[in-house]
Nanobody, 122 residues
């Protein structure tokens, strides 16, 4: 069982940057695919980014590609999401997630954090 805790959310102006962090506990994440998802009010939760176990492969939603970067540190048991050039439509609650497996898929994640709110003002 892995516990995930997100941090780093907040209020930022459009065009600004934020870095989200996901700290894992309970077990190593080195054999888990890690991902970020987000959910805006009134909308369904959507995939944002994922990273393979070793960090060599990544997958991004088209809406964030080129602006967001996912990374991981298996020694520190953490996952980061660097968000640049933020837009008002990036406003959402962001969730860290994990799953067993080898491919950076967009669904099937069984472990979830509580989320951190990101608000982008225009």
């Amino acid at each position: 069982q892995v516990q995930l805790a997100e941090s780093g959310g907040g209020l930022v102006q459009a065009g600004g940057s934020l870095r989200l962090s996901c700290a894992a506990s309970g077990r190593t994440i080195s054999d888990l695919v890690m991902g970020w998802f987000r959910q805006a009010p009134g909308k369904e939760r959507e995939f944002v980014a994922a990273i393979s176990r070793g960090g060599s492969n990544t997958n991004y939603a088209s809406s964030v590609k080129g602006r967001f970067t996912i990374s991981r540190d298996n020694v520190k048991n953490t996952v980061l999401l660097q968000m640049n050039s933020l837009k008002s439509e990036d406003t959402a609650n962001y969730y860290c997630a994990a799953r067993l497996g080898a491919t950076v898929v967009t669904s099937g994640y069984g472990y979830w954090g509580q989320g951190t709110q990101v608000t982008v003002s225009s």
